[in-house]
């Protein structure tokens, strides 16, 4: 039972240290059993504040004996940036549950370090008739490693194309601790800075940075004494019969700021002056004093000096006083040291690919051009126009039917890139409707500036290449013109029927041309003072218009269907009937 006590008393323990940094603790009294509340102290995170307050309920006795006091004796092996304070610290964390069950502690900072770490804790139980019951316990706490990064150590970028400069900024720093640095960059610098300056990787590799931490204390290291005053003088040991008889048998002894003895050397006989290189003491405890002694083994030993000292630096320092004088040095002497290290991951940058034509850069309206991505490197690819992604074109073939200035994106393995130069597309602007217009047997087009080819049935017709083309056979005609780029255009095809040369008398004067008509029809009557009835019916008979032709008549005939139609007209002489064609 007093051993389970025990095990309840180092658990609270687990709140306290010494340097006093988390005061203001608050007791939760809704909890009235004995134990800790919360009786595991939740993980913190790397570099975050930390907060927590404990309540703990005290035992008033344990198997019949009651419990005088409890007393939080030390505790150990704490993360870095956390600090511990019970709520009676004055009283030496000291509890008498016969006046209250309660206690608390508060848990605070920031965890520079991170890991599982083990809290050891000593405690004292006072029971009545036993008396002092010592113990320890180990109590585990975790840091939980901040997000990204290491523990020791940021760099911003972690990995790039090419070259990079990266800035570099070490984690752990304590100002209870004299901290030191030793950063190897991997690109043959190193430094000794918290924050060193910016580093530059200029070619592809893989580079291993480290970083030393160490948290050192001012340490005493050694002291000399070159010469004492005569107080030694006179004692049994050192009988002073005309004049002093030997000499001073000499020791140190060094004590803190709290007059603890830190340091007591060993006694150099019958010297005046004496060294000791091995002290070694960490001066966590400022200011520090130093006396020399002269030991006596049968009378009172005797105080040659005392000097005091406050560590702000290393190096060799001098005393004297009162007769007595020499030097101690002060060196520093390391507690914690972390050593860690991480890549800086510079990835080649892919050659810039070139961007191959197949055909002119200029191309006709209509018309298209395929672009061709050039790289030996290639994991993917992205097209551009005007600097500008084109959605969707993501093959190394590229085929575009508008000007502009494409240019293509390869990405490599390492999600490096690299662009192009820009392939400058032309397009000619498109060319006019082509229209001819048919009279008699001429078909005429008014267009200049273009080279010509007149087409009979979907093939040449040799040497038709002029603005016009007299028919002499039925068939399907349509012309081609040309810029002088190469650009070309149709026009509409059209089934035309050669007309035959007619006489007046044959046709009673009548001229009917184009034919066949597009979209006017004209009507010719040959002498004056004469007319004509006229009417245009189908292949159904049905009559599309009746006229009187006069002289010239226009018929619009652009809404007819096309196909073969017959033209009546009616004179003195009877009535005559002509075929005509109307194809749009």
Known sequence: MIRILLCFLLLTALGMNADAQCPGCAINSTFTSPGIYPSILPDGTQNQAYDEDVTFVLFTDTLGFA?????????????LGLSYECNNITNGCVYDPQSSIYGCVKVCGTPIQSGSFTAVVSVTANLEVVGDQN???????????????NTDFTFNPASACGSAEVSFSALLNNPAYINTYAWDFGNGVTSDIQNPPTQLYDSAGIYLVSLQTQFSVYALSGLSVSGVNNNWCGDVEEPNL??????????????DASSNIVYTSSTIDNANSASWSDINIPLSNPPYSFTIWDEDVVSQNDNLGTYSFNPAGTGTFNFSGNGTSGNYT?????????????????????????????????????????????????????????????TGATDSLLTVSSAGAYAVQITNEFGCSATSAEQTIFQQPALPNI????????????LTGYNFQWYLNNNPISGATGPTHTISQQGNYYLL????????????????TPVTAYTPELHSGVLVYPNPATQILNLELSGSGQSLEFEIIDITGRVMTTG???????????????????????????????????SH
Not at 67 to 79: A, T
Not at 481 to 496: M, Q, V, Y
């Open 435 to 446: 229209n001819f217009t048919i009279q008699g047997n001429d078909l005429t087009t008014f």
């Open 242 to 255: 005309f004049g002093c008889t030997g000499s001073p048998d000499l020791y140190i002894v060094v004590s």
């Open 330 to 390: 002060i060196g520093t002497q390391v507690v914690t040291t972390f050593n860690s290290s991480d890549s800086v991951l510079i990835y080649s940058v892919p050659a810039i690919p070139v961007v191959a034509l197949s055909g002119n850069d200029t191309i006709c309206a209509g018309d298209s051009v395929t672009l061709a991505a050039l790289s030996a490197e290639a994991e993917s690819y992205s097209w551009l126009l005007a600097n500008t992604t084109i």
């Open 481 to 496: 013109a040309c810029d002088n780029f190469g650009c070309c255009r149709a026009s509409n095809t059209l089934l035309i």
């Open 548 to 582: 009187i032709l006069e002289g010239r008549t226009l018929v619009d005939v652009s809404t007819y269907p096309d196909g073969t139609y017959i033209l009546r007209y009616h004179s003195g002489a009877g009535s005559f009937h002509q075929r005509m064609i109307i």
């Open 135 to 149: 113990s320890t316990i180990n109590i585990p706490l975790t840091i939980v490693q901040s997000a990204g990064g």
């Open 67 to 79: 419990v005088n006091f409890f007393k939080i004796n030390s505790i150990s092996g704490l993360p």
